[in-house]
């Protein structure tokens, strides 16, 4: 499967709202290349997968880690998850992949049964299998790209 970020089909749960969708409405389409030399250089030539780089665009993600704590202080698994996503959701149109693989992870750690989540953890690293890179083991995610208000 070798889809690029913005072309692929907009993963969709059954079970998601109206503002999941939300961060993409004003996405820029991309393709595979524009992701191979994000870093200036290409993928190893030798078949060795080179190590994922954190990039993207840095955004105000202070309203999402707020309602992420508010959720994660009263223990409801489902809200939660929503959290997450919506955090997600917002890096994933900014461009930080790395960081929002950290998220849809958790998304689905709290609850297994969300369908969006599943389906962006195996595109983004289907991306970085792509791109003969090494996506960011579980845990080991980044967190997002500071932001400095102007």
């Not at 991306?127 to 996506?135: G, P, Q, T």
Request: contains cysteine; neutral net charge.
């Amino acid at each position: 499967m070798l889809a690029a970020c913005g072309s692929a089909p907009r993963p969709v749960a059954e079970n998601s709202t109206a503002n999941s969708a939300a961060p993409f409405a004003n996405e820029r389409p991309q393709t595979a290349i524009a992701h191979t030399t994000e870093n200036g250089t290409p993928p190893a030539a030798n078949g060795d997968k080179s190590h994922w780089t954190q990039r993207g665009n840095a955004i105000d993600t202070s309203t999402f880690d707020a309602e992420i704590a508010k959720a994660e202080k009263s223990g409801d698994k489902k809200a939660i998850s929503a959290a997450y996503l919506k955090r997600a959701n917002a890096l994933t149109q900014a461009g930080q992949y790395a960081s929002a693989l950290g998220d849809y992870r958790k998304t689905v750690k709290n609850d297994p049964s969300n369908g969006e989540a599943q389906q962006w953890i195996m595109q983004i690293t289907s991306i970085y299998d792509s791109m003969n890179r090494e996506a960011p083991k579980e845990g080991e995610e980044p967190p997002p790209l500071p932001f400095k208000k102007s």
